[in-house]
Every structure is written in C-alpha cells, then in structure tokens.
C-alpha cells in the first residue's frame, strides 16, 4: 500500500505510465502486510475499487490467515486469487496485462482478463521478482516432493508457457528458465528494480531519525527488509556479539517481519546493547534512515537460490550514497562489489566475516565515501525507476504493435 514499509515497484511504475498519459489500473489486496489487517475502508469489500493520483486501483479481499505460518499464507493466497479474478472481469478490456509473482497465482487472474476480455489477443508479460517455488524450498518452508509443491511447479510451467513475454529482475533467472527449458531466451525481458534518486537522495547524517533513536556519534549499520527466516537476520546478532569491544559501533535493524520477536528476545538474553530494532517505518521516511546511517547491510541465508537475487534495499542505499555491506553472493556481489564498486562482500552467515568487514569500514571514511560516490553514480546511470519504467514502456509498446 502506498507510504507503508515493502517494495514500491509497481506503485512507482504505474505513477510514471500514468503521468506519460496511460490508463493504468492496478489489482492488489487489501491487507497491510505490515500490520495483518484491513483497513477499516476495505472491511467487509470484496473488492473496492479507488483512484490513487491517475492510477485506478482495485483493492481485494485477502483473508486474514495471511501472517498465521505458511498455511495461512497459502490460505490467503487462494482466497486474493478469487477476489482478484474478480476483479479482473470487471476491468475494461486492456492493451496490455502484467502479472508479477510471487505469488505465482498472480498469473491466474491476468490468464482471466486475456481470456475473457478478448476481441483480438491480449499480450500478457508475466514477471518473475524471485524463484518460486525454488526459494521456498531451499529455505525449508516447502518440501519438493510435496503435492503442494509439484502443484507450485506446475502453475510455474504453465504461467511460463502462456505469457508472450517473461520479465526477469536479475540475469541470473533467465539462465534458470532456459536451463529448465520454461522459455526460450528470446522470450525473456530484463527490466531489474532500481531507485528513485529524487527521493532516495544524499542528505545530512545528523538528522531527526538519528537524533530520534539516540545514535550520537556511532558508527551505524543499518539493516532495512524483512525479519523473516530467509533473511537470517541472527547473523547480525552474532557479528554484534564480536564487536563488544567495539561501542562506538552499532548495528540498527529496520522492518518487520516472523522472526523479529524472537530476534529481539535473543538480543535482550544476550545483552547486546550494540544492535537495535526498530520496527517498520512508513515509506517517506526511509532516505532519511538511510542517510542517518553509515553503511547499509544487505543479508540472506547461505542459499544457493540466493546466488540469483538482486536485494531491493542495495538500490537505495546506493542511491544515498551510502555503500553496502553485502553478505549475499552470486549476481548481488557481482553487480555491488564488481560492477559498481560500492560495497564490500562478507561470506553469508559467518559472523567472523561480518564483524570483520564492519571493523574495517568504521576505520576506512575516505573509502566509505568512494564506495558511497560510485553507488550513485552507477545508479544514476544504469537504474533510475524513471529509465527502467520508460524500458518497460517501450517493451509493452512493441509487444502490443507486434
């Protein structure tokens, strides 16, 4: 939802499309996956439909199971994929359909719209922003040889086949659906996320987020995403635990998620007054957490799935100009650390590692701020949210033509 903590993406997207002088409409849920409830406006709607600046946006009912465990999320899946459709049948006949997963049942509802809606075929892109259900597996929420799983696969193969185009966020899920034989490469698009540099932009240190939380003069690693099990948030909690001897350094974690409570537990039992929580904040706020910050980290499990992955959260601090701390490897360490040049790589889940890169840039300012400078820059060249919607634009534009 709008100014809430998550992804922005498509909400930027649809703006820019919107103010080219497109008609976008927008199918999403109703419930904020920050708190695990409707707003009061949605209640008791099936689907509600409202205009958010230009864009038209269709709110839809998701059931409440949503954060009670795997089951309930799957639960909820089900129940957004009938209100959804729903919705769907009841939008104008469109140009073009975007269906972004996960949830893999995303592709359901657009399949509805070009079926049904149809006086001459309508193109559907369907967009792949993490392997599912590979990366459920890999992180030991679903077992592959499960029936729900096979069934998971299925809706992959299938969403795959009859899209007329596959948007990828990283190289590295296009090498796995034409190593899996789920699309020829001619058929897969590359539009990755990215930043918005007007609104993640450089800005003072000492500011009101900084005086707020009482970071004084510390040096700060600010975690910013999810507190869930693929996150392995814990390895922070362990690299503060080697950096005791070090209180001028603190370790900030921003978001929400399953595991946070239990983190904070953990913390609290092991009196670790160098790493702290502070829950989700509303998107505006967040350049300014950036930039009350020294070095932005960005972790996941050791995972081979995540070798694939580009974490959202690097866009923006790059975009502030601060480096990155980057304990994930594959195409994430290869765009940060080789391309860009602005960040430094720890080993996944060693806390020897990562208490050992955190020392070295405390004591390192001038190569923060490089590392901090060639972040922009890269970003400012290669993935403003402006370019990459025009790209997508113009995707779509041709797609249609064709």
């Known amino acids: 939802m709008p100014g809430q903590a998550g992804g922005s993406r498509f909400n ?53 199971s949503y954060g009670r465990g795997f089951p309930g999320r799957m639960w909820a899946f089900l129940g957004f994929t009938l209100s959804s459709a729903t919705a769907a049948l009841r ?24 079926r049904f809606k149809r006086r001459r075929h309508i193109p559907f892109i369907f967009e792949i922003r993490d392997l599912w259900p590979e990366s459920a597996i890999t992180t030991k929420v679903l077992s592959r040889n499960s029936l729900l799983t096979r069934m998971l696969f299925g809706l992959e193969r299938w969403a795959c086949r009859i899209a007329d185009l596959i948007n990828v ?22 539009v990755p996320n990215g930043a918005d540099p007007d609104f993640f932009r450089p800005g003072v240190r000492d500011n009101a987020v900084r005086r707020e939380y009482g970071w004084g003069d510390r040096f700060v ?9 693929a996150n392995a948030v814990h390895q922070l909690l362990d690299a503060a635990g080697l950096l005791a001897d070090r209180p001028d ?23 670790l007054s160098n790493i702290s929580f502070c829950g989700p904040q509303p998107k505006e706020r967040m350049p300014d957490f950036v930039n009350a910050c020294d070095v932005g980290a960005a972790v996941l499990q050791k995972n081979p799935t995540f070798l694939t992955v580009y974490p959202n959260k690097v866009f923006d601090y790059m975009s502030c100009e601060r480096p990155t701390l980057l304990a994930i ?74």
């Open 12 to 64: 930027e997207f649809a703006r820019l499309w919107a103010e080219a002088g497109h008609e976008v409409t927008v199918i999403a849920g109703n419930l904020s996956y920050v708190t695990g409830e409707v707003p009061a406006d949605y209640q008791g709607h099936w689907t509600c439909r409202e205009v958010d600046g230009a864009v038209n946006v269709w709110r839809c009912s998701v059931p409440a």
């Open 91 to 114: 939008v104008e006949r469109p140009d073009v359909v975007i269906a972004t997963s996960p949830p893999l049942v995303t592709a359901i509802p657009a399949w509805l719209v070009t």
């Open 169 to 190: 966020l990283t190289p590295a899920f296009r090498d796995d659906l034409t190593k899996r034989s789920l699309a020829q490469p001619e058929k897969v698009v590359f």
């Open 221 to 229: 690693v600010m975690y910013a995403g999810q507190h869930g099990r």
């Open 249 to 271: 350094v603190l370790i900030a974690c921003v978001g929400h998620g399953p595991e946070q409570a239990n983190l904070r537990e953990e913390a609290r039992r092991r009196n």
């Open 329 to 402: 490897d594959g195409v994430a360490r290869k765009l940060v650390c080789d391309e860009a040049r602005a960040g430094v790589f720890a080993e996944p889940e060693n806390a020897v590692a990562l208490a050992t890169a955190i020392r070295h840039l405390a004591d390192d300012p001038e190569g923060r701020r490089e590392m901090g400078r060639r972040g922009r820059e890269w970003i400012l060249a290669n993935a403003t949210r402006q370019m990459l919607a025009i790209r997508y634009l113009d995707i779509m534009k041709e797609l249609v033509a064709a």
